[in-house]
């Protein structure tokens, strides 16, 4: 019999708890069969895409390589949980405004990223948004166009920090 635990984790703002959890199971592959969170996407499987990209205690991380127990006790926000259907949040709204997506795989994943940067550095450079987003693989829209959004989301930001 294979060794389970219960991870129990602050996500998306709630306190949610999985139990019988194997200790195979990374937080990506607990995020989308348990907690059905699809937004994260396997893509790559060994950290290299960004498309799995969750924030935990405040950091980008590929939800792929992160084991689920590694988690427990953590606050991790999905993309689920970045917006209402009522109201999307500033980065959404630009990457939407600013048409910086296309197949839309790898948005989940670079706006987090984004998210990630702001939220450390409000008022990056055009260098530092490149940096953030280089561990995000995208194939169909190029960076430029998600450079500007993020650009574009912290002014608004900046103008109405509580957005």
Known sequence: ??????????????????????????????????????????????????????????????ACLMLAAQADGSDVLTIEGLATLERLHPLQKAFE?????QCGFCGPGVILSAKALLDEN?????????????????????YTKMIEAV??????LRAKPDA
């Open 97 to 101: 405004d600013n048409a910086s997506l």
């Open 1 to 62: 019999m294979t060794d389970v635990t219960a991870v129990t984790m602050k996500l998306n703002g709630v306190t949610r708890t999985a139990s019988a959890v194997p200790p195979e199971t990374t937080l990506l592959a607990l995020l989308r069969n348990q907690f059905n969170l699809t937004g994260a996407k396997l893509g790559c499987d060994v950290g290299d895409c960004g498309a799995c990209t969750v924030i935990v205690d405040g950091n980008a991380v590929n």
């Open 151 to 156: 650009q574009v989301a912290a002014r608004a």
């Open 122 to 142: 409000p008022d990056p450079t055009q260098q530092e948004i490149r940096d953030a987003l280089s561990g995000n693989l995208c194939r169909c829209t190029g």
